[in-house]
């Protein structure tokens, strides 16, 4: 039986179920499952994977990517997986290459598709600041590792499974980490969890401030492309493409944004796209469901003064 085990990050338990997902297609339906969840946390799991290996540090040791990589590393000694997916998480990006060399495997990070060939499995991931796509196939024995960026394979419908539940004995190397202080975190909003996203390009760099209304209005969030994040106008933090974040809204208006590979790879589980652009053969147009032909900021505020009569009548 093919073996995969899943690394699940205490603070995003939804992608790390996604990873299930990406085992999947990484596998074909015959392979075993094994979770791994490593929180001083009572959290309740659904029922889909084949086991489920619960790790009690102490102190601080959950939040230690070096203990943990020592744990799974002993597990992956007795029961030899063929697949390690970790979650491309802040925690997953410091444990993922740290397990991978105490294995002496090598690691694709951040990867966004998984395909099966005649020729073996090869995943797909954005390269030079998401210029280009590269493809790599796993050759060797393995286990084969990566770390697969969140919210890629969401939505997919998780098999229900007969799941074992086991304690698993941490390793502790006895250095540890200690907590000096903890900071509440600034108030911010991740645009991935907004079912209607308003989103600027290049071509309304000097409107973000509409953006911003227009969303407001339809109860969504502003985003942007790479041109208005290194143009200094918008937050990376709401960045959509393959250098951003992968989104997938019910609803995208994209706006003055032509649609580069790296963009087009970041909305693709989009519900429906609405472009206005005045290029009507922007490589983005071919993919939304309505395409507005003009000026994107005049487009804006005559929206915004739409939705405002609207709400006042």
Not at 84 to 107: D, V
């Amino acid at each position: 039986m093919i073996r995969c085990l899943i690394y699940i990050d205490p603070s995003e338990t939804e992608s790390s179920l996604d990873l299930i997902e990406a085992a999947r297609q990484l596998h074909g339906d015959a392979f075993e499952v094994t979770g791994v969840l490593c929180s001083a946390l009572d959290q309740t799991l659904p029922n889909v994977f084949d086991r489920l290996m619960l790790v009690a540090y102490p102190a601080n040791g959950c939040i230690d990517p070096a203990q943990v990589a020592d744990t799974m590393q002993a597990l992956h000694w007795k029961d030899k997986f063929q697949s390690i997916l970790i979650p491309a998480t802040p925690f997953g990006r410091m444990l993922a290459p740290r397990l991978a060399m105490l294995l002496g495997t090598g690691l694709v990070a951040d990867i966004t598709k998984i395909r099966r060939t005649d020729e073996g499995v090869v995943v797909i991931r954005p390269a030079y600041s998401g210029s280009l796509m590269a493809c790599i196939r796993f050759i060797g024995d393995g286990p084969m590792m990566m770390s697969v960026r969140p919210n890629v394979f969401r939505d997919m419908v998780k098999e229900e499974r007969t799941m074992r539940i086991e304690t698993l004995q941490p390793r502790t190397n006895g250095v540890g980490i200690e907590q000096i202080e903890v900071r509440p975190k600034q108030s911010s909003y991740d645009i991935r969890e907004s079912e209607v996203l308003v989103s600027g390009g290049g071509g309304i760099a000097k409107s973000f401030a509409k953006i911003e209304r227009l969303a407001e209005l339809l109860g969504g969030k502003a985003a942007a492309s790479r041109k208005l994040v290194d143009a200094g106008v918008a937050p990376r933090s709401i960045q959509v493409g393959q250098s951003g974040k992968t989104v997938n809204p019910e609803l995208y208006i994209a706006l003055g944004i032509n649609g580069a590979i790296q963009h087009i790879e970041g909305i693709k589980g989009a519900k429906h796209i609405i472009s206005v652009n005045i290029n009507k053969d922007a490589p983005l147009t071919s993919l939304s469901d309505i395409v507005v032909e003009g000026d994107a900021d005049r487009f804006l505020d005559q929206l915004i003064r739409r939705i405002q009569q609207h709400k006042s009548e």
